[in-house]
T-cell receptor
Framework: DAGITQSPRHKVTETGTPVTLRCHQT?????MYWYRQDPGHGLRLIHY???????DKGEVSDGYSVSRSKTEDFLLTLESATSSQTSVYFC???????????????FGPGTRLTVL | EDQVTQSPEALRLQEGESSSLNCSYT??????LFWYRQDPGKGPEFLFT???AGEEKEKERLKATLTKKESFLHITAPKPEDSATYLC???????????FGKGTRLSVIA
């Protein structure tokens, strides 16, 4: 158990509303990630963080923003939700070894988001 | 661009019928190749990391191998509880994010 929780676990919202998803870890790992998983696309990286206030974009970052004010929390915000953002969102933490060379990722339980 | 292709997309096996899943990759300087198992409605569960060609790792009925262009996940005498989607991912040098394949959905029938 990598000590990762996500909240909420399920959410239904309407188009145009802002939505924030929370990822919390208990182990103080430096790297955290947000992915979305859709049928036919697999896991796609949205944003990631390599430290407090240090974030970078992933493959599908448009329409999403992130914040990390504490090591343990990584927030994903959909600024104005659209139906195309209906998906399952996974948070992951990266456990490094050999310095920072290898980054094994461990995933949270996911948040199922439906945008009507 | 780094790419990962998994085959087959779906595989149906009888209990005890051994087989292999394939993960082909193109990456500029492989840093690590990762295998995950994902059950329906859950997050991916880490299985193995492979770092260099020729390396092998085992866990129960699973054995992962790595060459310079692909990795295989061999499943020996599978049981119904091995049914899941198996994901492969690669990492290029420099702490770059993982690139995932679309997965192989394995069903093991009793």
């Amino acid at each position: 158990d990598a000590g990762i929780t996500q909240s909420p676990r399920h959410k239904v919202t309407e188009t145009g509303t802002p939505v924030t998803l929370r990822c919390h870890q208990t182990e103080n790992h430096r790297y955290m990630y947000w992915y979305r998983q859709d049928p036919g696309h697999g896991l796609r990286l949205i944003h990631y963080s390599y430290g407090v206030k240090d974030t970078d974009k992933g493959e599908v970052s448009d329409g999403y923003s992130v914040s990390r004010s504490k090591t343990e929390d990584f927030l994903l915000t959909l600024e104005s939700a659209t139906s195309s953002q209906t998906s399952v969102y996974f948070c992951a933490i990266g456990k490094t070894s050999g310095g920072s060379s290898y980054n094994e990722q461990f995933f949270g339980p996911g948040t199922r988001l439906t945008v009507l | 661009e780094d790419q990962v292709t998994q085959s087959p997309e779906a595989l149906r096996l009888q209990e005890g019928e051994s087989s292999s899943l394939n993960c082909s990759y193109t990456v500029s300087g492989l840093r690590g190749l990762f295998w995950y198992r994902q059950d329906p409605g859950k997050g991916p569960e880490f299985l193995f990391t492979l770092y260099s060609a020729g390396e092998e790792k085992e866990k129960e009925r699973l054995k992962a191998t790595l060459t310079k262009k692909e990795s295989f996940l061999h499943i020996t005498a599978p049981k119904p509880e091995d049914s899941a989607t198996y994901l492969c991912a690669v990492q290029a040098p420099g702490n770059t994010p993982l690139v995932f394949g679309k997965g192989t959905r394995l069903s093991v029938i009793a």
